[in-house]
T-cell receptor, first 111, second 113 residues
Framework: RKEVEQDPGPFNVPEGATVAFNCTYS??????FFWYRQDCRKEPKLLMS???SGNEDGRFTAQLNRASQYISLLIRDSKLSDSATYLC????????????FGKGTLLTVNP | GAGVSQSPSNKVTEKGKDVELRCDPI?????LYWYRQRLGQGLEFLIY????????KSGLPSDRFSAERTGESVSTLTIQRTQQEDSAVYLC???????????FGDGTRLSIL
């Protein structure tokens, strides 16, 4: 299993659609989990951290299932401005500062 | 507020030349990271600095690559005798501590002719 594996995409959805991104990670001792977004030819930007209890920020909901080593991101009522590559990011066991980035899933929201 | 600042934004140089890339982290961030992103690829970890501890250089691809950081301030990444495969965007990130989210600079787009 790859360290961090994401849906290869790309996803093309109409405005207003709900879209889900899935991610699995191989290191069961991983402690911190994040979703970043990266616009074309731009740097990655933190979208949200992912907590065991699940967390929501407006239209975005992140879930973590430690038993399955699975992370998800749900975007509701998608906007044109949501078009970007979504990166699943995981660090290692406690004290392991290296973030491992998934290859990303490209989302295009169409008018 | 001031984010992570990188310079230059773009660098075009001839094969075999040395280049130096600079990163100014967010003030108060003890951790600093360098990554490389080739076109259409994911991020590749290069090196990590944490305060005054010895850096983790395990991601540096060859001995042509080196990096320095003075305390908890500016870092420079140096690539000697550049090769065409060094062409990429070099991204710097900083975080308050190792387990907190990393914040990225705009990157330096390096092109080796």
């Amino acid at each position: 299993r790859k360290e961090v594996e994401q849906d290869p995409g790309p996803f093309n959805v109409p405005e207003g659609a709900t879209v889900a991104f899935n991610c699995t990670y191989s290191n069961s001792a991983s402690q911190s989990f994040f979703w970043y977004r990266q616009d074309c030819r731009k740097e990655p930007k933190l979208l949200m951290s992912v907590y065991s209890s699940g967390n929501e920020d407006g239209r975005f909901t992140a879930q973590l299932n430690r038993a399955s080593q699975y992370i998800s991101l749900l975007i509701r009522d998608s906007k044109l401005s949501d078009s970007a590559t979504y990166l699943c990011v995981v660090n290692g066991a406690e004290g392991n500062y290296k973030l491992t980035f998934g290859k990303g899933t490209l989302l295009t929201v169409n008018p | 507020g001031a984010g992570v600042s990188q310079s230059p934004s773009n660098k075009v140089t001839e094969k075999g030349k040395d280049v130096e890339l600079r990163c100014d982290p967010i003030s108060g961030h003890t951790a600093l990271y360098w990554y490389r992103q080739r076109l259409g690829q994911g991020l590749e970890f290069l090196i990590y600095f944490q305060g005054n501890s010895a850096p983790d250089k395990s991601g540096l691809p060859s001995d042509r690559f080196s990096a320095e950081r003075t305390g908890e301030s500016v870092s420079t990444l140096t690539i000697q005798r550049t090769q065409q495969e060094d062409s990429a965007v070099y991204l710097c990130a900083s975080s308050i501590t190792w387990d907190q989210p990393q914040h990225f600079g705009d990157g330096t787009r390096l092109s080796i002719l």
